[in-house]
C-alpha cells in the first residue's frame, strides 16, 4: 500500500470515490485506479459498481466483488450513495 501520512505520522490510505466514473465499468476502473496508485476504492451504489440488494442477498457477490478487486491490489474501504457531496461549496438547493 501507498499510505499518505499526515504531519503526526498518523497513515491512511489513499482511495478513489467511482461515482464520477459510473458509466466506466468496474473492472475497468479498478485497474486504472491501481495503475494511478490508489489503495482502495468508495463504490458508488450505481453503475455496476455497488448493488446494495445484491450485496444484501447474495454473500458471494461481495466476495467476487473484494476478490476482483485485490486482484489490481486494491480494497473496498467505504459504499457511498451520496449525490450532495458533489456540490462543494455550492448552496444546497432543489436542484440537489
Known amino acids: 500500500m501507498s499510505l499518505w501520512s499526515d504531519r503526526d505520522g498518523q497513515t491512511r490510505p489513499?482511495?478513489?470515490?467511482?461515482?464520477q466514473w459510473?458509466?466506466?465499468?468496474?473492472?475497468q476502473l479498478a485497474?486504472?485506479?491501481?495503475?494511478?496508485g490508489y489503495d482502495g476504492l468508495e463504490l458508488a451504489c450505481w453503475g455496476d459498481h455497488f448493488d446494495v440488494g445484491r450485496a444484501a442477498s447474495d454473500q458471494n457477490y461481495c466476495v467476487a466483488?473484494?476478490?476482483m478487486l485485490a486482484s489490481h491490489g486494491?480494497?473496498?474501504?467505504?459504499?457511498?450513495?451520496?449525490?450532495?457531496?458533489q456540490a462543494v461549496c455550492d448552496h444546497i438547493d432543489e436542484r440537489h
Do not use: C, M, R
Open 14 to 19: 489513499v482511495t478513489l470515490f467511482t461515482g
Open 22 to 27: 459510473a458509466d466506466v465499468p468496474l473492472a
Open 31 to 36: 485497474k486504472k485506479a491501481a495503475t494511478w
Open 65 to 67: 466483488l473484494q476478490e
Open 74 to 85: 486494491l480494497e473496498v474501504f467505504a459504499v457511498s450513495n451520496h449525490l450532495v457531496g
